[in-house]
């Protein structure tokens, strides 16, 4: 089997007379992955990020790349590693040179030719071909933050951090950028890891996700994984919105349970069958693709999930289905 290509041992960094920072944080990476390290504000993942790319140096713990151990920024002159790239929130562009100066800044001129087509093509793989000859200055946020991607995207990368890669952009250019990223890592099986608090960009285009709280890891796993079988009720809420029964309730919903119990909201399904039950309907929120549902029996509220539009409405008695749940 492949070597991990990033190996994370205990690695601890704290802020002196603060809390926050990482502890003890360990995963590895496998060549070829896209990582995506979840949590909410201040949970620490870009002081992690950091850490990886070795601009802040660790308290304690390792950090190998390729099995050699990645140096804090009191032993290496140039911070970084010349493999690594970090994308951070703040771009680094020159803002007053065109999007096609910016990147080919980072291609040496001894073969023009060679640079000319890198820049090219990594325009193109990242769909910004039209904004070559316009300046920093001229784009949007989110046009800045593919010029920094493909930025680091020209250089020969191996492993790209990407810190809220997508913060700017819009949604229908978000799907675009992550389907592009996806692409681009297979073709040159690279390494992306990327940090950001909203738990779709990992579902959708991670290989690993990596949840982190107050500075710990409470869960790693592929997607699948993480959010089918969610350790805690944190990751739950934090991926999946999860509705949470206090074992008293579980009764009221034909069901008989010690722990807490986790029940996303798809997994709520109006239903005929000779299991479900009534519930009132206590507000509906119209949001796209589904009706978010709020339901009551016996006190308790669930959220639920409703693809058939405009079928039921506030007050009414609906018999509902639990099509699954996780007991803690
Ligand atoms: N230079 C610093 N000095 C002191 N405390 C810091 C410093 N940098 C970060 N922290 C604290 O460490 C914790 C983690 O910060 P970090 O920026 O790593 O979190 P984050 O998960 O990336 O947050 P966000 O999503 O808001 O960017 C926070 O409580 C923050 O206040």
Redo the contacts with the bound molecule.
Sequence with gaps: MEKPIIRIDKASKF????????KDVSFQIDRGEITA?I????????????CIYGT?ALDSGIIYYDDLRVLGPDERLIPGHPNMKMVS?DFNLNIYATVYDNIGAMVSNRDLKYKGSAVTSVLEQLHISHLKSKRIIELSGGEQQRVAIARALVTNVDVLLL??PFSQIDTLLKIQLRRDLKAIVKQRNINVIL???DPLDGLSMSNQLVI?DK?KVIQTGSPEEVYNNPRNIQVAKLLGQANIIEPEFAKFLNLVSENQLIIYPEWIQVSDSPNAFECRVVEINFQGRAEEVLIERNGLMLTMMHVDFGKIQIGDIIRIDIKKYIAL
Excluded at 15 to 22: P, Q, R, S, V
Aim: hydrophobic fraction near 25%; aromatic fraction near 4%.
């Design positions: 802020y002196t007379g603060e809390l926050g920072g990482i390290v949590g909410s504000s201040g949970s620490g993942k870009s002081t992690l990020l950091k802040l929130q810190d809220e940090v950001s608090h982190l500075g």
